[in-house]
Each structure stands twice: as structure tokens, then as C-alpha cells.
């Protein structure tokens, strides 16, 4: 069973930034792609960024986030990281570390509101 622990969101004011942290075991976070996906209100899930493992490399974002976020993981640590930059009331969202392609891999969650 995979156990994945989000921490790190809060209120922030729009423009302003936060860094989410991704807890996941060693083996995972090297051999695996991991995602970031998150949840508006009363809406799908949307993927967000996706780092490949160690071995194959490579970053990617949605569109949306493309340019203010950035995805990263730090082995020693044992943690996967979100970097948001510039946040906008539309990223509002409860944010989920998940291994790419399998959601039901996430965690609880952490919520980001955007707001003034």
C-alpha cells in the first residue's frame, strides 16, 4: 500500500506563493513518476505537474500552471515538492501527490486558498 502525505498549503493572498511537500518512501520517489493533481469545488480533478523518475528525467505542467510552478523532489529527504508562484483565486484547490497514472495512490491532501 502506498502511503503518500501532503502538507504544506494554507491562505495566501493572489500573486503570493507557497511550497507543498509530498512525504513518500525512497523507493518511490526514485523509480516512480509522481504527479501533483488537485480539486476545485465542485469540480473533476485536474492534473497538474508530473516528474519522471530517475531514471528517465523530465518535468511537465498543465498549461495553467506552466511558467509559476515547478515540481522537484529531493531524495535525502524522501519528499516531492510544489513550488507555486504568482497564485491566482483559480488555483484555489485541495492538492493531491499521487504516482502518475494511478490516483487512487494519493494522499489526503493539502488545501491552497487563494484569496484577498
Known amino acids: 500500500e502506498v502511503s503518500l502525505v501532503e502538507s504544506g498549503g494554507g491562505l495566501v493572498q493572489p500573486g503570493g506563493s507557497l511550497r507543498l511537500s509530498c512525504e513518500a518512501p525512497?523507493?518511490?520517489?526514485?523509480?516512480?513518476?509522481l504527479s501533483w493533481v488537485r480539486q476545485a469545488p465542485g469540480k473533476d480533478l485536474e492534473w497538474v505537474s508530473t516528474?519522471?523518475?530517475?531514471?528517465?528525467?523530465?518535468?511537465y505542467y498543465s498549461s495553467s500552471v506552466e511558467g509559476r510552478f515547478a515540481i522537484s523532489r529531493d531524495n535525502a529527504k524522501n519528499t516531492l515538492y510544489l513550488q507555486m508562484n504568482s497564485l491566482k483565486p483559480e488555483d484555489t484547490a485541495m492538492y493531491y501527490c499521487a504516482k502518475a497514472y494511478d490516483i487512487a495512490s494519493r494522499g489526503q491532501g493539502t488545501q491552497v486558498t487563494v484569496s484577498s
Open positions: 516528474i519522471r523518475s530517475l531514471r528517465h528525467g523530465g518535468t
Open positions: 525512497g523507493s518511490l520517489l526514485e523509480g516512480y513518476d
